[in-house]
Nanobody, 121 residues
Framework: QVQLVESGGGLVQPGGSLRLSCAAS????????MGWYRQAPGKERELVAT???????NYADSVTGRFTVSRDNAKDTVYLQMNSLKPEDTAVYYC???????????????WGPGTLVTVSS
């Protein structure tokens, strides 16, 4: 009953910006940490950024200073503001969250289907 859906991907030129959103929906009691991962063509999925419920963030070295992760707990939504995009940022971006469903005490890891970001001139 719980799902994550990413949006905001698309084609952008190097140096440009995109803002990704990931909204959780369903029978949600609470959401713990949320994060963004990406998988470039021919590469393994890698961590991009994470954010705790309290707003503490962590970034991959490759995106530090360019990307900003944030969340709106009232909307069960996490964002990824991507600035100064580079061709190597091209990837499918996935959001991830630890979600506690109504009626259970445990958190389950939930993944969105991904949104494609292409950085090309």
């Amino acid at each position: 009953q719980v799902q994550l859906v990413e949006s905001g991907g698309g084609l952008v030129q190097p140096g440009g910006s995109l803002r990704l959103s990931c909204a959780a929906s369903g029978s949600i009691f609470s959401i713990n940490a949320m994060g963004w991962y990406r998988q470039a063509p021919g590469k393994e999925r890698e961590l991009v950024a994470t954010i705790t419920t309290g707003g503490s963030t962590n970034y991959a070295d490759s995106v530090t200073g360019r990307f900003t992760v944030s969340r709106d707990n009232a909307k069960d939504t996490v964002y990824l503001q991507m600035n100064s995009l580079k061709p190597e940022d091209t990837a499918v971006y996935y959001c991830n969250a630890g979600v506690r469903r109504v009626g259970t005490l445990r958190y389950l890891e939930v993944w969105g289907p991904g949104t494609l970001v292409t950085v090309s001139s």
